[in-house]
């Protein structure tokens, strides 16, 4: 039986470039593109990519910091039927290939500061046909401006898409092992627009602005989609230096609305003197996840801006869409009946959320168990990782990994996690990828990677080695990860022990780890340091 077709997801931003073609659809410095412009744009990378072969189902690599292309090709990629595969461009040049050559890309769109990173992705895949170069070709390389400015005047073509297809691959280590590529597909991402536009900004339109302070490629680019859809225009930062000054200054002259970040960016937002020295009145919502807030952090920024907090929890397999917690469930004051202190919040709209137990059945309302979801917000599965799919869905549940419970209201309080998976700055960082990059190290024998509570960063990770020689140590541990593991997953503190702790089984046990690093003072010291 053959699927129904659905709408091209790329067709939000072809309605918005009809209805409002000169509104500013994105703004970065100086410059600011039309919805017009950005879609005419489109339509001809689109006829590009398709004269070079490119085609409905093929994936496209994209290895580049937030700009007017990189914002583009998603939509690019949407319109065309392919899928669109964005990394972190603050990712080495080993971990681009591997994510290049996993997701099997046909084509990479990457800027030229990133050379290295193309390289590597050529060397690693037998798939890759075609690189087009944010700004200076090398040989064998396509111009992006070139390929548009001679395509331009195309006509609008989106292929035709089913419920199911894929168009973004969300790569994500889920618990463990190296990463895995989510399938996302048009179904489900549009119903995760419209329920972020419910849940998270209702009420937003074409007068609303928002700003993206971190990269397209994840969650941001995620919350991007949102204003397309509404024909609100985005303001990227002029460079990805984060300047809280510069931020504020930003907020003030386009009157921002509302925008997505993380925990730790608020607190640096809230704790700047420059929050006071701009308007943020126009602000409505500002949305926060990735990782939780502390609550002095949470009471800070309700002081400072007032009630616009909004809380969600979700993974990238869900796409965010677990729960919410909105402006009116937060409360500076403990005392109030809306501070919910703890909690993340009341499942999303069309979203069901459970705690269930080793046997995947439902716990006792309020007992801890594994918080499990279904709902038209889970994706279709990980790409080529059949048995990765199957133990994440079983019974007909996402897995999310995480622990938790839910009291008698339907609020969710998430309680720890069952991977030793940790957060910094907003960051998911596996402790095994780290741990297998600093085995490669001829003098350490074993390494046990881990996070602990960090007042800054949420978390920071912390490792504990036994060396082969005594002359290692943490300089030349970190030099070695140099070029070999993205800086954010590095740890901020090196400890080398005679032996590491193992249960009955053989196996390290880092909860035992934990616990003689408190024994020893040296969680103390590495997290007051």
């Known amino acids: 039986m053959s699927q129904a077709q659905v709408t091209n997801l790329s067709l939000l931003l072809s309605q918005t470039a009809a209805l409002h073609p000169d509104r500013p659809g994105l703004i970065q410095g100086e410059r600011s593109w039309s919805w017009r412009e950005i879609d005419d744009r489109v339509n001809a990378m689109v006829q590009a990519l398709r004269n070079l072969g490119v085609k409905a189902g093929d994936k496209i690599l994209v290895q580049s910091r937030n700009n007017l292309a990189m914002f583009e090709s998603c939509w690019v990629a949407f319109r065309l039927g392919a899928v669109w595969v964005p990394t972190n461009f603050r990712l080495t040049a080993a971990e681009v290939a591997y994510l290049g050559s996993s997701s099997e890309a046909v084509a990479m769109l990457a800027e030229d500061c990133f050379a290295e990173h193309v390289d590597a992705v050529r060397a690693a895949s037998s798939h890759l046909r075609h690189v087009v170069t944010i700004g200076t070709p090398r040989a064998n390389e396509w111009s992006h401006e070139a390929l548009v400015r001679d395509n331009l005047g195309a006509p609008p073509a989106p292929a035709a898409v089913t419920a199911q297809q894929p168009l973004w691959y969300f790569y994500t280590s889920g618990t463990t092992g190296r990463p895995k590529a989510a399938m996302l597909t048009h179904g489900q991402m549009a119903f995760i627009v419209t329920n972020h536009l419910a849940d998270l900004v209702p009420g937003i339109d074409e007068r609303d602005t928002a700003i993206t302070v971190a ?8 919350h991007a989609l949102l204003n397309v859809a509404r024909g609100g225009a985005n303001v990227l930062l002029p460079s990805e230096k984060f300047d809280p000054a510069l931020f504020w200054s930003l907020v003030q002259e386009h009157r921002v609305s509302h925008l997505f970040t993380v ?21 409505r919502y500002v949305i926060y996840a990735g990782a939780p807030m502390y609550r002095a952090d949470q009471q800070t920024a309700l002081r400072k801006l007032g ?70 917000g889970v994706f279709a599965g990980y790409f080529n990782n059949p048995e990765a799919t199957a133990k994440a869905l079983r019974n007909g549940w996402f897995h999310t990994g ?18 030793d998976m940790y957060i910094s700055g907003g960051s998911n960082v596996y402790p095994r990828e780290v741990e297998e990059v600093i085995l490669t190290h001829p003098d350490v024998a074993e390494v046990a990677v881990l996070g602990i509570p960090d007042a800054k960063w949420g978390e920071i990770g912390v490792a504990v080695v036994v060396a082969r020689s005594p002359s290692l140590d943490a300089e030349s541990l970190l030099g070695h990860l140099d070029g070999r593991c993205a800086r954010y997953r590095w740890p901020r503190h090196i400890f080398f022990w005679d032996a590491l702790p193992r249960s009955g089984y053989g196996k390290v046990t880092k909860n035992d780890i934990r616990r003689q690093l408190f024994a020893r003072g040296d969680l103390k010291e590495a997290t007051t340091a």
Do not use: W
Not at 263 to 283: C, N
Not at 340 to 350: E, L, Q
Not at 404 to 419: F, M, V
């Open 263 to 283: 925990p730790t960016i608020v607190k640096m937002l809230v704790e700047d003197p420059s929050v006071d020295a701009f308007d943020h009145s126009s602000l």
């Open 307 to 376: 009630p616009v907090l909004v809380q969600y929890y979700g993974l990238g397999e869900v796409t965010g869409c677990i729960t919410v917690l909105p402006p009116r469930m937060h409360a500076a004051d403990d005392a109030d009946a809306n501070a919910h202190v703890g909690s993340c919040g009341r499942p999303r709209t069309g979203m069901e959320v459970a705690i269930l137990d080793a046997r995947d059945e439902p716990v006792a309302t309020g007992a801890t168990g594994e918080i499990c979801c279904r709902g038209p």
């Open 402 to 419: 995480d622990i938790g419970r839910i009291d008698a209201r339907g609020l969710l309080y998430i309680t720890g996690r069952e991977s």
């Open 215 to 222: 990269p397209l490629s994840h969650g941001a680019g995620i």
